[in-house]
Every structure is written in C-alpha cells, then in structure tokens.
C-alpha cells in the first residue's frame, strides 16, 4: 500500500479544444498535426505550473491562455462570428477550496478572457459581468486589449459565409485590418458548432480548478451565451468531487447543468469520475439531444473524459504519467 501511494501522481491536468464532427478524413495531415502541437503546448504550458509546485488555478489559466492564443480553436484568436460579423467572447474559471469562481460574456476586444474571468473572480466582488462592462472592468485591471480585428481569421469569416448563406441572411462586411495571409489559422477545422476549450487540474496540495472558453456558435443572434461562462453548466469546480470543463451545444450543458451534475454523482452517488462523466454525458445529454463531451480531475487526481461525438479535441498529463494527446474517438 505504500508503494501504491508513493506512486500516486502529486497533481494531474487534462484539457479540451472542442468536440464535434472530427472524423479521420476531416484533417488533412497538416491539421491534425497542428492541433495535436497545440494541444501539446498547452498541456505543457499547464504542466510547468504544477511541477513547479503552481496552484491548480495557474494552470488551467495558462493552458487556456495557449489555446485562446492559438488560432486553430475557437476561442480568443480563432473565435467563431456571430451573424453581425463580430467576435464575442466568454470565459470562466472555478477554483474548488472556496468555490470562488469568475465569469465574462460577450467581451470583443479583451485579448484573453480566460484571465478577464479570472480577475472578476479575485478583484470584483460579482461572479459574472458582460458586454462593455466587463470590459470596462478589463481596462481598469490593466488587461490586453486589441482591436477586434485581432480575432479574424480566414476559416472562421469562411464557416460564417456558408452559416449565412444556409439561412438566407446577408453577410456583413469583414473587420476592417483583417488578416487574410495567416497560415497558421488557414489549418483551422470547422468542428461545427461545439468548438471550445478548457483545461481542469488538480495541484500538489489537492485543490482543482477548472477554466473554459469559447467564441460561441457561428452565426449567433441576439446576445446569445452558451454553457461555458455560466457556473455548473459549462464550468465547475469542487474539491468536494472534482472540477469539470464542457465543450459542446451549450444550450443543452445549461438545461442539464452537466459540469455540477458530474460532480454530483461523484459527491452524493460516490460514482468513480469516469463512470460520473459517462453517465452525464453518454446517457442523459445524449438522451435530450445534445452533443459534446466533457474533461474532469478528481482531488485524488483520477482524470476522465467522455464524449457522445466523433471526435474531440484533447490532452491529459500527471504527474510521472506522459502526455496523453487525442483527436479520433478511438484515439486513447
């Protein structure tokens, strides 16, 4: 028993890029290598945090941070366009000692929200703020601000025209300063409308964190939200059960709550952490009509994921374990 626990791993993170419609003849080789790279370095990027002894919250910060950098996911840079041709953003980030937790919708010029949610949690004493308020909040915290042309990219303005076309509605006119020459986000795949991301960890003293952000669907309309800004739909924490990110159709995440309702069934049925993600996400969001998947670490440092789509987006590392990247349903 001592050597079991000796080589227990000290802390563990796992993170998702979106789930969706990701078969093995949708990437060409060069995409999936790109996203396998990005997935790479943004579990890298939370790992250093952990093995340096960082809190949970750190890292799921800088891991989403990497991949709301990263044009290929549908977050920050490569966010999707709602049907007025605009970016707008959410994020919210849960941390499981005191449940705090921290949350921004429809922000447009905020380089990363992820850290926006973050400073709403730790310097406002509100859980959600949106719209141009929240980024006046932003301002007042010193955060990165860009023009709303930072977030263009090619693929995302291309899966916009079709959404558009789809529904007989006109096309707006592309942001002014737009790059159309980026070749990194010329390798974006359209995964449809679930694409998110989020990383969930647990550190060395047992304390999760779980962060989550998204672009949204294309072509949304009328200030729509999905799940990943609102707390125990898209994104929740607790070191009572474990912390959880979704990525997904966020209207179905809300009706069921999913991101508390795993941890419920940790928490209250004692269900292990994979047969808690399995049962939310295979049996009862698949049960109403929804699509997605889920990531989640336990305080005692188990990790899952479960998905009801072909594909999804992810990666998980531990302590003493090695990188664990997956894209295919049947990768491991």
Avoid at 248 to 270: D, S
Wanted: hydrophobic share 40%; glycine share 12%; charged share 25%.
């Amino acid at each position: 028993m001592a050597d079991a626990a000796e080589a227990a791993p000290k802390w563990a993170l796992a993170i998702h890029g979106g789930a969706g419609v990701i078969d093995r003849n949708a990437l060409t080789p060069d995409q999936e290598k790109a996203y396998r790279d990005g997935l790479t370095r943004a579990a890298e990027a939370g790992a250093r945090v952990l093995r340096a002894g960082g809190t949970s919250l750190d890292a799921v910060e800088a891991a989403v941070v990497e991949l709301e950098n990263n044009p290929l996911f549908n977050a920050g840079r490569g966010a999707v366009f709602t049907a007025e041709g605009k970016n707008e953003l959410d994020a919210a980030v849960m941390e499981g000692r005191g449940l705090k937790a921290g949350a921004v919708a429809g922000v447009t010029r905020t380089r990363n929200p992820v850290s926006l949610a973050r400073q709403v949690m730790e310097h406002s004493p509100h859980v959600m703020l949106m719209g141009t308020g929240a980024e006046t909040f932003a301002r007042s915290r010193g955060l990165p601000e860009v023009d709303p042309a930072y977030f263009y990219t090619p693929q995302r303005w291309r899966a916009l025209e079709r959404e558009l076309a789809r529904q007989n509605l006109a096309v707006p006119a592309r942001p002014r300063g737009a790059d159309e020459d980026d070749r990194a986000a010329a390798l974006a795949h359209d995964e449809g409308k679930r694409g998110t991301v989020g990383a969930v960890a647990v550190d060395i003293r047992g304390d999760v964190a779980a962060a989550t952000s998204t672009g949204g669907t294309t072509a949304k309309r009328w200030g729509r939200v999905g799940d990943a800004p609102i707390i125990g739909a898209g994104t929740y924490a607790a070191n009572a059960s474990c912390a959880v990110s979704a990525t997904g159709t966020g209207e179905y995440f809300i009706r069921l709550t999913v991101a508390r309702e795993v941890c419920a069934l940790v928490e209250h049925k004692g269900m292990s952490l994979q047969a808690a993600a399995d049962e939310v996400v295979q049996k009862k969001l698949s049960k109403i009509g929804g699509d997605g998947g889920v990531i989640a670490v336990s305080p005692g440092r188990d990790i899952a994921w479960s998905f009801n789509t072909s594909g999804m987006y992810r990666a998980r590392i531990a302590d003493g374990q090695p990188l664990v990247v997956g894209v295919y349903k049947d990768d491991p």
